[in-house]
């Protein structure tokens, strides 16, 4: 990841701050745990532009049907297989295999694993069509074809190992070979149907529940375009054009560093959907200009993390496993983004008023105005950005069209840029970057999608998940809370050790089914499921993005996680919101506008979480006037706030009006007493900042 840099521009009183691209040849790793990788040179670097090209060919031909393959009509899993074989046997020549293994060459070990795995691919691909006519996934398979097999189960399974860590495996590997013992007596409600070897190898290459399955199918039909688009967005100049609108638009507000981190961290996620990217691409820029501003080296390290970590939360381009959600619930992706949108922005929201509660309390100002980007002028370096976002939600949400949008927009942006930009004209030398960016994302998210469709298909051919889903009502007493509860602190757990698809797919096969049995709205389940997962990002000990962040701003890394729970903490109750009543994920009758009340009320609601929180309420003052009542009237205000937040009725055994009528009745002596208590302390000093 290259650093971004900051110049400066000669002004007749000041030195107004301009902020570089920060992305320049920068790769978009998406969701690996392993940051120890082999930048591929020469031959190989060439091998994979090439793969790279041929796959995005592949996927326009597929999705636009324009019939490359002249007389012959490709299968669905021909492509599938297609794109394994040109994606993954890059991962071995990518990733290293130990911490040992060097960098600057390729082993011939890793060779061998990458020629071995392409040959299988090939094979499988050759005989798929053959398969579905005859049934192989369900036995009389040729032996060669259960060789290429367990080839691809063993190859796929130490891919998963290098992109994902070893967590990943050891939470994943077990359920690949569960059918092989389903019938065991110890396995108790995991018992199921048994399957032979043969017959668990031929469903798990040949059929399409497996490797063939969902997460697969949602790379080769949208992820691949949506990815191509972000990386020619950043490519193009829009990181500079994000954040210095982000400078100009919040700069000068109290706390304005870190709102323009909230708002240039949110503007490139909606782009990007990738947290580790957001946190090393804006964190450059942001950490160092907060931390002039006052702000504690951790803070500003956990502030930049909670707001890229909204990136695999806000549409239009989500992260991958929004896609995968897409798949499991077979809808298209632009339901999911709508979904999205309500959920996003409370999040967002939250982080405004922590940021501002917590910058009023420590007297922290904005920038000056002479110190910041003009509007009209950063606008009039990126006007085209805003037409090809346009174009991209006009396409996704008007017309419906999520496999072809993002192709299009990638087109009009490459077409504006080479016409009105000088400085980021692509030249050859840009495509050959372009393609090697976007071929390392696809292997690595072909090595995590394929090995964790294993987990589906071992579920399906043992038929476990129906009375699974019972047991678990069983043991929740058909209590929704409890099982709420029961899948969210799973949720947490597992997405320490998985990525947040890996997190989501076990998820979504194992304890959804149970909560849809309550008559949960399915859409808002999933999001609840996805929502907990990535958590994890944010949530000690694993905090990938506090630990990313906390290393830019130079600030100790566990310190950096807590804070970052503590800014973040409004993630952890939107989920139980939205599921509450799915309006706040526009699903149900007068989604709308339901929704859009709900929100209102939780906004409000959340203005009082936060400052509660951060011990400066808006309107009120800082709560330390109240002396030793501060901390019972912060304790107050959190309750009172997340009791007015709640959606009634549903599974609520209170109607709407009633929860906010009780979050009032705590809310509004809360705020009286804190009134009182406050403007009898004499003002503090003018700037004053705490430690």
Known sequence: MSSASISTIPESEAKRVVFDDPHGAAANMQEAEVTRVRALRG????????????????????????????????LNTEYFYLLIALMLPFTFLIFPGTERAPLDRIPWYDLLFSLVTFAAALLLMSNVRKAAEAGWEFGGAPTKVIAAGLVMWVMLMEALRRTGGWSLLLSVFPFTVYPLFAES???????????????????????GESLLGIPIQAFADTVIGFLVFGTALMMTGAGKFFINLAFALCGTFRGGAAKVCIFASGLLGMMSGSIISNVLTAGTMTIPVMKKSGFRASYAGAIEACASTGAVLAPPVMGATAFVIAQFLNVSYADVAIAAIIPAALYYIGLFMQVDSYAARHGLKGIPRADLPRIM???????????????????????KRESHAPFYATALLLVLNQLFSRDTRWTLATIGKFLEVNGRTFVELVGILAGCGLLIGAFSMTGVVSSLANDLLHIAGDNPFLLLGMCALTSLILGLGLTTTACYIFLAILVAPALEKLGLNKMAVHMFIFYWGMLSSITPPVAIAS??????????????????MWVGSIIYFIPFFFVLNPAL???????????????????????????????????????????????????????????????????????????????????????????????????????????
């Open 377 to 399: 002028d950063t606008i009039k370096d990126g006007w085209y950005y805003v037409f090809v976002i346009a174009l991209l939600i006009v396409m996704l949400l008007y017309f």
């Open 43 to 74: 031959v190989w670097r060439w091998a994979l532009v090439i793969a790279t090209a041929a796959t995005i060919l592949l996927c326009i031909n597929q999705q636009f049907s324009l019939r490359f393959f002249v007389g012959y009509t490709q």
């Open 585 to 691: 994920v526009l699903q149900g009758p007068s989604p709308y506008l339901t929704g859009l009340g709900l929100m209102a009320l939780a906004a409000f609601g959340t203005l009082f979480i936060c400052g509660g929180i951060q011990g400066y309420q808006p309107f009120v003052g800082d709560l330390r006037g109240a002396g030793a009542l501060e901390w019972p009237l912060r304790v107050l205000l959190v309750i009172g706030g997340f009791v007015v937040a709640t959606p009634g009725g549903g599974i609520m055994p209170l109607s709407q009006m009633q929860v906010t009528l009780l979050g009032l009745a705590i809310l509004v002596p809360t705020v009286l007493i804190a009134l009182l208590l406050v403007r009898r302390q004499p003002p503090m000093p003018d700037g004053l900042r705490i430690p």
């Open 547 to 564: 630990f990313a962040a906390a290393g830019i701003a130079g600030s100790p890394a566990m310190k950096t996680g807590w804070e970052s």
């Open 185 to 207: 007596g110890w396995l108790g409600p995991f018992r199921g149907t048994q399957s032979t070897l043969e017959q668990a190898t031929a469903y798990h290459v040949l059929s």
